[in-house]
């Protein structure tokens, strides 16, 4: 029998119209280090979250939120200036799905408006599980498990671009989120996942491009 870890492991891609909490419990499965929610946005929440990078261009938040307080501090995060009903409902109700899923009291929420890439190179989270969704703008880029030489992470890529470090054998095995996309990225800190975190990075940015990011994490790691 194969181990958690075992270097065969695939990233799973999971894709369904039911319920996001049924979609999201996949992430359990030890075969699988990634689960996706994938979703087309409203005109209204698409409007909302231009509407906020526009007045809070420089945005960069984090907060412990519990499901019971997380719209009341979005709302203000956002502040008066910015309607975004819509987009503060949807981020609330992301924290109840992911309290609930692990079993949380509360979660890091991370509100991020981004010009550049954060994250550039290809890597892994030292985290038990991250929710990822952008908004607006390019999602985030990743990389299945079975076509990944991990050798090739961090020094190992021994200074050169992940095009051409051997990370992986074709700009083809690039998978990218859509906006709107949900995501959880099972990290190195999930217990049995060791050797198979999600390798991931940030999308490369043009100079008028902006990103609306939202992360949740587990507040003790």
Request: net charge neutral; charged share 25%; hydrophobic share 40%.
């Amino acid at each position: 029998m194969k181990t958690a870890a075992s270097p065969v492991r695939i990233a799973s891609f999971e894709e369904s119209s039911g319920r996001m909490s049924s979609v999201f419990a996949t992430i359990y499965r030890p075969e699988i280090n990634i689960s996706i929610l994938q979703r087309n946005l409203s005109k209204r929440l698409i409007e909302e979250a231009k509407e906020v990078l526009e007045a809070k261009p420089s945005l960069q938040e984090s907060r412990v939120v519990t499901p019971e307080n997380s719209r009341s501090v979005v709302s203000d995060l956002f502040g008066s200036a910015v309607t975004a009903r819509v987009l503060v409902q949807d981020v609330s109700e992301l924290v109840g799905v992911f309290c609930e899923l692990f079993e949380l009291k509360e979660a890091r929420l991370k509100l991020s408006a981004i010009d550049h890439a954060m994250c550039p190179r290809f890597h892994v989270d030292w985290v038990p599980c991250r929710l990822l969704t952008t908004y607006d703008g390019d999602g985030t880029q990743w990389l299945p498990h079975d076509m990944v030489d991990r050798r090739k992470l961090g020094p190992g890529n021994q200074g050169l671009p992940d095009e051409r470090s051997g990370l992986f054998r074709s700009v083809e095995d690039i998978r990218q989120l859509n906006p709107g996309d949900v995501a959880l990225l099972k990290g190195e800190n999930w217990v049995g996942n060791e050797g198979a975190g999600l390798v991931h990075r940030s999308p490369q940015l043009s100079k008028s491009e902006r990103r609306l990011l939202v992360s949740l994490d587990f507040t003790k790691i």
